[in-house]
Protein backbone atom coordinates (compact mmCIF):
# COMPACT_ATOMS: atom_id res chain seq x y z
CA UNK A 1 0.00 0.00 0.00
CA UNK A 2 1.32 3.28 -1.01
CA UNK A 3 0.80 6.14 1.16
CA UNK A 4 -0.07 9.55 -0.10
CA UNK A 5 1.58 12.47 1.03
CA UNK A 6 1.74 16.13 0.73
CA UNK A 7 5.21 17.38 -0.37
CA UNK A 8 8.02 19.73 -0.37
CA UNK A 9 10.90 20.23 -2.42
CA UNK A 10 14.09 19.88 -1.65
CA UNK A 11 17.80 20.41 -3.68
CA UNK A 12 20.89 18.86 -2.15
CA UNK A 13 23.78 20.42 -3.36
CA UNK A 14 26.04 17.52 -3.14
CA UNK A 15 27.54 14.54 -4.87
CA UNK A 16 24.03 12.98 -6.34
CA UNK A 17 23.54 9.87 -3.95
CA UNK A 18 19.47 9.26 -3.86
CA UNK A 19 17.94 8.12 -7.16
CA UNK A 20 14.88 7.54 -8.93
CA UNK A 21 11.56 10.13 -9.78
CA UNK A 22 8.74 9.25 -7.66
CA UNK A 23 8.56 8.00 -4.14
CA UNK A 24 7.85 4.43 -5.05
CA UNK A 25 11.34 4.17 -7.28
CA UNK A 26 13.83 5.42 -4.50
CA UNK A 27 17.59 3.26 -3.72
CA UNK A 28 19.76 5.01 -1.32
CA UNK A 29 23.62 4.60 -2.06
CA UNK A 30 25.45 3.89 1.53
CA UNK A 31 28.99 4.50 0.43
CA UNK A 32 28.32 8.22 2.53
CA UNK A 33 26.10 8.31 4.95
CA UNK A 34 27.52 12.13 6.62
CA UNK A 35 25.03 14.71 5.54
CA UNK A 36 24.58 18.54 6.34
CA UNK A 37 23.13 21.09 4.10
CA UNK A 38 19.54 22.39 1.89
CA UNK A 39 17.16 25.00 0.17
CA UNK A 40 13.21 25.28 -0.17
CA UNK A 41 10.41 26.39 -1.74
CA UNK A 42 6.38 26.75 -2.78
CA UNK A 43 5.60 25.39 -6.55
CA UNK A 44 2.46 27.56 -7.89
CA UNK A 45 -1.18 26.20 -7.49
CA UNK A 46 0.97 22.91 -5.71
CA UNK A 47 0.69 22.29 -2.22
CA UNK A 48 4.11 21.12 -2.38
CA UNK A 49 7.39 23.10 -1.70
CA UNK A 50 10.71 23.21 -3.18
CA UNK A 51 14.50 22.74 -1.17
CA UNK A 52 18.05 23.02 -2.45
CA UNK A 53 20.21 21.23 -0.57
CA UNK A 54 24.20 20.31 -0.13
CA UNK A 55 26.01 17.92 2.18
CA UNK A 56 23.33 15.64 3.13
CA UNK A 57 22.78 14.40 6.85
CA UNK A 58 21.44 11.31 7.81
CA UNK A 59 18.20 12.84 8.80
CA UNK A 60 17.33 12.98 4.88
CA UNK A 61 17.95 9.41 4.49
CA UNK A 62 15.48 8.73 7.29
CA UNK A 63 12.97 10.85 5.85
CA UNK A 64 13.34 9.33 2.53
CA UNK A 65 12.73 5.51 4.87
CA UNK A 66 9.62 6.95 6.22
CA UNK A 67 8.12 8.27 2.66
CA UNK A 68 8.63 12.10 3.85
CA UNK A 69 11.75 12.88 1.12
CA UNK A 70 11.47 11.84 -2.50
CA UNK A 71 14.00 12.47 -4.95
CA UNK A 72 13.37 15.06 -8.18
CA UNK A 73 16.47 15.46 -10.05
CA UNK A 74 19.80 17.22 -9.97
CA UNK A 75 19.22 21.02 -10.28
CA UNK A 76 21.44 24.20 -10.43
CA UNK A 77 20.88 27.48 -9.26
CA UNK A 78 19.25 29.90 -12.23
CA UNK A 79 21.97 32.50 -11.28
CA UNK A 80 25.34 32.46 -9.51
CA UNK A 81 25.58 32.69 -5.84
CA UNK A 82 28.45 32.17 -3.06
CA UNK A 83 28.94 28.63 -1.85
CA UNK A 84 31.28 28.77 0.60
CA UNK A 85 32.45 26.82 3.61
CA UNK A 86 32.32 28.42 7.29
CA UNK A 87 34.17 26.88 10.62
CA UNK A 88 34.85 23.62 10.19
CA UNK A 89 34.72 23.31 7.25
CA UNK A 90 30.28 23.62 6.95
CA UNK A 91 28.99 24.91 3.86
CA UNK A 92 26.69 28.41 3.21
CA UNK A 93 25.37 29.39 0.79
CA UNK A 94 25.12 33.07 0.97
CA UNK A 95 22.00 35.14 -0.18
CA UNK A 96 23.88 37.57 -2.42
CA UNK A 97 22.48 36.16 -6.42
CA UNK A 98 24.35 36.89 -9.25
CA UNK A 99 27.89 37.09 -6.76
CA UNK A 100 30.38 34.21 -6.99
CA UNK A 101 31.41 32.61 -9.96
CA UNK A 102 29.38 29.65 -10.29
CA UNK A 103 25.96 28.72 -10.71
CA UNK A 104 25.87 26.51 -7.75
CA UNK A 105 24.77 22.69 -8.57
CA UNK A 106 22.87 20.14 -6.17
CA UNK A 107 19.92 17.64 -6.12
CA UNK A 108 15.54 18.84 -5.73
CA UNK A 109 14.06 16.65 -3.46
CA UNK A 110 10.53 16.78 -2.49
CA UNK A 111 9.53 16.41 1.28
CA UNK A 112 6.51 16.43 3.72
CA UNK A 113 5.54 19.12 5.74
CA UNK A 114 6.58 17.13 8.96
CA UNK A 115 9.94 16.59 7.37
CA UNK A 116 10.41 20.06 6.08
CA UNK A 117 9.98 20.81 10.08
CA UNK A 118 12.71 18.50 10.51
CA UNK A 119 15.05 20.00 7.98
CA UNK A 120 14.14 23.33 9.48
CA UNK A 121 15.29 22.20 13.18
CA UNK A 122 18.12 20.72 11.54
CA UNK A 123 19.51 23.87 10.01
CA UNK A 124 18.81 26.05 12.90
CA UNK A 125 16.35 28.11 11.84
CA UNK A 126 14.99 29.38 15.26
CA UNK A 127 19.04 29.69 16.15
CA UNK A 128 19.88 32.38 13.25
CA UNK A 129 22.50 29.88 11.48
CA UNK A 130 20.12 29.26 8.55
CA UNK A 131 17.49 31.23 6.99
CA UNK A 132 14.93 29.26 4.34
CA UNK A 133 14.45 31.85 1.32
CA UNK A 134 13.54 31.50 -1.98
CA UNK A 135 15.83 30.41 -4.89
CA UNK A 136 15.02 29.61 -8.74
CA UNK A 137 16.77 26.18 -10.17
CA UNK A 138 16.98 24.58 -13.25
CA UNK A 139 17.21 21.21 -14.10
CA UNK A 140 20.28 19.49 -16.16
CA UNK A 141 20.44 17.18 -19.09
CA UNK A 142 16.44 18.46 -19.56
CA UNK A 143 14.89 16.98 -16.51
CA UNK A 144 11.54 17.89 -15.70
CA UNK A 145 10.21 20.52 -14.78
CA UNK A 146 12.40 22.77 -16.49
CA UNK A 147 12.46 25.48 -13.84
CA UNK A 148 11.55 25.62 -10.44
CA UNK A 149 10.79 27.86 -7.60
CA UNK A 150 12.32 27.10 -4.77
CA UNK A 151 13.49 28.05 -1.27
CA UNK A 152 16.58 27.46 0.08
CA UNK A 153 18.38 27.37 3.45
CA UNK A 154 20.77 30.37 2.92
CA UNK A 155 23.68 31.35 5.84
CA UNK A 156 21.68 34.14 8.29
CA UNK A 157 21.51 37.49 6.82
CA UNK A 158 23.12 38.63 10.34
CA UNK A 159 26.82 37.27 9.69
CA UNK A 160 26.61 36.45 5.21
CA UNK A 161 28.66 39.54 4.55
CA UNK A 162 31.05 39.13 6.84
CA UNK A 163 31.45 35.43 5.85
CA UNK A 164 31.85 36.51 2.19
CA UNK A 165 34.53 39.26 2.98
CA UNK A 166 36.04 36.50 4.97
CA UNK A 167 36.63 34.09 2.25
CA UNK A 168 38.20 36.82 0.01
CA UNK A 169 34.35 36.45 -2.30
CA UNK A 170 35.87 33.01 -3.45
CA UNK A 171 33.46 30.45 -3.82
CA UNK A 172 32.58 26.99 -5.14
CA UNK A 173 30.09 25.41 -7.59
CA UNK A 174 29.46 22.14 -5.50
CA UNK A 175 29.87 21.07 -2.37
CA UNK A 176 32.61 17.91 -3.39
CA UNK A 177 34.10 15.09 -1.52
CA UNK A 178 37.23 17.41 -1.18
CA UNK A 179 35.36 20.02 0.55
CA UNK A 180 33.60 17.73 2.31
CA UNK A 181 37.02 16.64 3.93
CA UNK A 182 36.99 19.68 6.07
CA UNK A 183 34.06 19.06 7.56
CA UNK A 184 34.10 18.56 11.23
CA UNK A 185 31.04 16.43 12.36
CA UNK A 186 29.08 18.35 15.52
CA UNK A 187 30.11 15.65 18.26
CA UNK A 188 33.22 16.20 17.31
CA UNK A 189 33.02 20.64 18.11
CA UNK A 190 33.96 22.49 21.68
CA UNK A 191 30.94 21.83 23.57
CA UNK A 192 31.28 25.36 25.61
CA UNK A 193 31.14 27.82 22.32
CA UNK A 194 28.14 28.05 20.45
CA UNK A 195 27.66 27.67 16.57
CA UNK A 196 26.86 31.50 16.30
CA UNK A 197 29.65 32.24 18.73
CA UNK A 198 32.05 30.02 16.54
CA UNK A 199 30.69 31.69 13.24
CA UNK A 200 31.55 35.55 14.70
CA UNK A 201 34.98 34.48 15.61
CA UNK A 202 35.73 32.73 12.00
CA UNK A 203 34.66 35.95 10.41
CA UNK A 204 36.44 37.90 12.89
CA UNK A 205 39.65 36.03 12.85
Request: aromatic share 12%; with cysteine.
Amino acid sequence: MVRTTYYNVVLDLFIPKFHGTTSDTIRYDTSNNDYTYEIVARKKNHSKKVVFRFANHPLLQSLISQNDAVFIGTYTTDLPFPLVQGPYGVPFLLNFPGSGQHRVRGELYSVSDHGLEKLDDLEGITLGHYERLPVKVVAENGGVPATVEAMAYYGHRSFAEDMWRKVGEVGFGEYSHELEKCYVKRDLRPKDTSFRDHIRLFCSS
